[in-house]
């Protein structure tokens, strides 16, 4: 089977009735208007798609046909999004239009580099107006990237130019790099329709990644799934498509009344939704006012459009030809990536008024006039080693894995393995090895060293805060310790911190309690005297001690005061508690233990009957310290009797 073309998607932008669609018709032999409103009012209201095959040309051409009408800016900004490069149309009769300048403003913004001008209707028109429109056209594209591009001159009712434009067109196609690809299979959505016997069809240009037959993909920001039932590129069954391809994937799960274009088609959970985005902005420099804070705006990003808000993060106003970190409050959920470029234009009346790159899909909501936001947008917008340590020390101490770095850098995966594993190299950053048993996979995500260093110190802060406010504790209980830190990371981190604390004699754990090195409690004269007075008492009990209330009235104690030192002595070590109803004093406990091992070396096992006989004590006593036995290792429960642990 024959290796099919790769795709170069070409644009076309121009004013209203410049021969957009005739120029496309004359190139290929196929009309892109295809509605019925479109042939009876002779105008482009829809974007039209036309495949071209030409002989020598390396490359599949697909041309996106969009609307010129002023009040279908929106439908051309849909199909500029995902285009190679671009064919700027004007009409020699007519010359640059409101229309003209605003689809070459949006295609600048864009971020378009490859392209030329066609210059149509030259069949109608002298020689001189010709020259006078050519003038015209180097004047607007001085400085951008259609400067020194040629202007080639056709008719599309007398063919004249045509074979010229295809020779271009084909030059264009062989100049056109390849796309970036996050690896993350994305596809806006530009066209919905139902096909006979298969059901719902959604189509567009797959901006990265690749999707088969078989896959499942999510509706983004609608969160609804199906299995990719067929593909077709071109009106061909293929298995799969890949990025820069214009892609029509049968969806058949879905109702088509639950779709909409601006929709995004992609890997499961691959995007978050968002109501707020951070970017830099650039305003157009010919745009007559200045923009205020909290202005409402119409944000285009993809095929998408929805209504937002402008936070001016560092000042009340911005002016014409200014390029500053913003932040977009959208009315409702888009789904981006970062480096996605996107396009405002204003509430009412509609105008393009500018664009830029989108930095940050994920951020907080940012107090203005904070210079740390801005100072985090503009790491995040240099270089890509800055932009993921950027990324980690914005997620603190939540580790990501490369793909979640993908998503908030916009870049591709193995240019984010290289930087991690540079970053690592230099100590900068951390990674954490955990096998995922769901998919039986390692699992490695990285943390900033910073903020793993923060950890650490949050750790043991809260071990001394605990202490703090409970000051006849010597430890906190192993499992307050991991709950009130889970909150600010994962069991895999939590782990590895406890294991450097305890490796550096930081912190040690005895039991089921956590304990700061070098610790200990000074009591006043009056406890220590309530202390040794207690231990004493437990002491002197041996074998037998009595309950602890009846040890409370024996010593006159207040019962708050008489438990607060009990909490002193068992930490200690000098107490041992087995259970509610037995507290020994260390050296009888100890004594018992010599005496249990030494039983089991000659029986090889002792039983509750055997050790209450062998010490002459009840059973309440001996069930208690084997069962604290088992607990602390010295011995195990095999049926009714007590084995050496192993």
């Known amino acids: 089977m024959a290796e099919e073309k790769k795709q170069v998607i070409i644009g076309t932008a121009g004013h209203v009735d410049h021969g957009k669609s005739s120029l496309v018709k004359a190139l290929t032999g196929i009309d892109p208007d295809t509605l019925p409103e479109e042939k009876k009012r002779s105008m482009t209201i829809d974007l039209g798609f036309v495949f071209m095959n030409m002989q020598g040309c390396g490359r599949e051409i697909v041309f996106i046909d969009v609307p010129g009408h002023e009040g279908l800016v929106r439908t051309m900004v849909a199909g500029a999004s995902s285009i190679d490069a671009a064919l700027l149309v004007v009409a020699a009769d007519e010359g640059i239009k409101p229309q003209t300048e605003e689809h070459f403003t949006i295609l600048k913004l864009f971020g378009i580099k490859k392209g030329m001008v066609v210059l149509t209707k030259t069949d109608m028109v002298a020689a001189s107006q010709i020259e006078k429109v050519n003038a015209e056209i180097r004047d607007m594209t001085e400085g951008s990237f259609l400067e020194g591009e040629p202007i080639i001159e056709v008719s599309s009712v007398s063919g004249a130019g045509i074979e010229r434009l295809k020779t271009a067109l084909a030059d264009i196609a062989g100049k056109v790099g390849e796309r970036s690809d996050t690896g993350i299979f994305r596809m806006p959505i530009d066209r919905i329709f139902v096909a006979p016997g298969f059901g719902t069809v959604i189509a567009g240009t797959i901006l990265s990644g690749r999707v088969g037959v078989g896959d499942t993909v999510e509706i983004f920001p609608a969160g609804i799934t199906s299995k990719v039932r067929g593909i077709q590129v071109h009106s061909r069954k293929v298995q799969e498509s890949g990025t820069g391809t214009r892609t029509a994937l049968n969806i058949p799960d879905i109702k088509k009344e639950l779709l909409k274009r601006g929709q995004i088609a992609a890997a499961p ?22 923009v205020k804070n909290r202005i409402r705006l119409r944000f285009h990003a993809g095929t998408d ?9 560092d000042r009340e106003e911005m002016r014409p030809g200014e390029r500053i970190p913003v932040q977009f409050f959208l009315e409702s959920p888009i789904a981006v990536l970062a480096k996605d470029r996107f396009i405002v234009r204003t509430f009412s009346p509609v105008k393009t008024i500018g664009g830029g790159i989108i930095l940050d899909v994920e951020p ?27 990324v980690l020390l914005k997620s603190r101490f939540v580790p990501l894995e490369v793909q979640e770095i993908v998503r908030q850098t916009g870049e591709s995966e193995e240019k984010i393995r290289e930087v991690v594993e540079e970053l690592s190299v230099e100590h900068k950053i951390r990674a954490f090895h955990q096998v995922k048993t769901t998919a039986q996979r390692e699992q490695t995500r990285y943390m900033h060293n910073a903020a793993y260093k923060e950890l650490l110190e949050k750790l043991v802060e809260t071990v001394r805060d605990f202490l703090r406010r409970n000051p006849y504790r010597l430890s906190i209980p192993f499992s307050s310790l991991k709950s009130l830190i889970a909150g600010a990371t994962d069991k895999k981190v939590f782990e590895e ?7 550096k004699g930081v912190i040690f754990r005895k039991g089921g309690g956590l304990f700061l090195s070098g610790y200990s409690i000074k009591l006043k004269a009056k406890e220590q005297e309530l202390a040794d007075m207690i231990a004493g008492n437990f002491r002197g009990a041996g074998l037998t001690p009595p309950l602890e209330d009846e040890i409370q009235k024996k010593t006159g104690a207040k019962k708050e005061d008489f438990q607060n030192i009990m909490n002193v002595l068992i930490e200690q070590g000098t107490l041992v508690r087995l259970s509610g109803k037995v507290t020994y004093h260390r050296d009888w406990l100890e004594k018992i233990e010599g005496i249990v091992t030494e039983y089991m070396k000659n ?12 010490l002459d004590f009840s059973r309440k006593y001996a069930q208690a310290v084997l069962e604290y036995f088992d607990e602390t290792g010295l011995t195990k429960r095999d049926g009714d009797r007590h084995i050496p642990a192993d």
Do not use: M, W
């Open 364 to 390: 907080g909501k940012h107090k203005r006039f904070d210079s740390r936001p801005v100072d985090t947008l503009k790491k995040l917008e240099g270089s890509l080693t800055e932009a993921v340590e950027e």
């Open 269 to 290: 959970g691959a995007l978050s939704p968002t109501n707020r985005l951070d970017a830099q902005l650039q305003l157009l420099g010919e745009y007559p006012k200045n």
């Open 603 to 614: 029986k090889k096992s002792v039983s509750i009957s055997e050790l209450r006989d062998r």
């Open 305 to 313: 459009e929805v209504i937002c808000r402008l936070i001016l993060l």
């Open 497 to 503: 911190l406890f294991g450097e604390l305890e490796q």
